[in-house]
């Protein structure tokens, strides 16, 4: 059991470029959550997803954050024109099933992306 | 006001102190409480998960919740010097999909 799967570790970018965060999920998990960690402070929720579909974004940006989670392949945080408030460590959760069910007992956390803004 | 409040720490104990940590929180609608272990450059790991009030025991571990008080805390006994990481109160509705996390308190304890 591989655990959720993040990659990659480490990722640097120039101001303006376009960030790519990916995430597989566990073996048998189908839903998808993004956290990000700034410096000094907690876990932020940003996106809920199931295979093709978003449940709920409440917590992303409105501008130049997006997220999907496809039929096939890992799920992917995509960021455009990054600026430098957006260095801090991204991290994906995956469960079996919805939040509803587990009240987040079921979440089980990916070792992060730490992103740097040049 | 932010929705949990966490003591910031750093907090430094000798080798087999009782630890105690706590969250406060303002929004009514949590059921679900958790604390999260972290590690440096590590994603968290779930330490103890609790639903409503009363407290849950494992191991060197105990965890209570007083939702009169809106109030959580984690006891750790017998502290390791395995036991410093960050440690993370989260707690959730149970009928949405966020987590919203303390800031986190940094535990170091000295052999």
């Known amino acids: 059991n591989a655990g959720v799967m993040q990659n990659p570790r480490h990722l640097v970018r120039r101001r303006g470029q376009e960030a790519r965060l990916r995430c597989s999920p566990m073996k048998g998990h189908s839903h998808v959550y993004w956290y990000r960690q700034l410096p000094e402070e907690g876990l932020k929720f940003m996106v809920y997803l199931q295979k093709e579909n978003i449940i709920d974004e409440s917590g992303m940006p409105k501008e130049r954050f997006s997220a999907e989670f496809p039929k096939e392949g890992p799920s992917i945080l995509r960021i455009q024109q990054v600026v430098r408030g957006d260095s801090a460590a991204y991290f994906c959760?995956?469960?079996?099933?919805?939040?509803?069910?587990?009240?987040?007992?079921?979440?089980?956390f990916g070792s992060g992306t730490r992103l740097t803004v040049v | 006001q932010k929705e949990v409040e966490q003591d910031p720490g750093p907090l430094s104990v000798p080798e087999g102190a009782i630890v105690s940590l706590n969250c406060t929180y303002s929004?009514?609608?949590?059921?679900?409480f958790m604390w999260y272990r972290q590690y440096s450059r590590k994603g968290p790991e779930l330490l103890m998960y609790?639903?409503?009030?009363g407290n849950k025991e494992d191991g060197r571990f105990t965890a209570q919740v007083d939702k009169s008080s809106k109030y959580i805390s984690l006891f750790i006994r017998d502290s390791q010097p395995s036991d410093s990481a960050t440690y993370l109160c989260a707690m959730s509705a149970g009928a949405n999909s966020k987590l919203t996390f303390g800031k986190g308190i940094t535990l170091s304890v000295r052999p």
């Open positions: 959760a995956s469960s079996p099933v919805g939040i509803r069910e587990t009240g987040g007992g079921g979440y089980t």
């Open positions: 609790t639903y409503s009030s």
């Open positions: 929004n009514s609608a949590f059921q679900y």
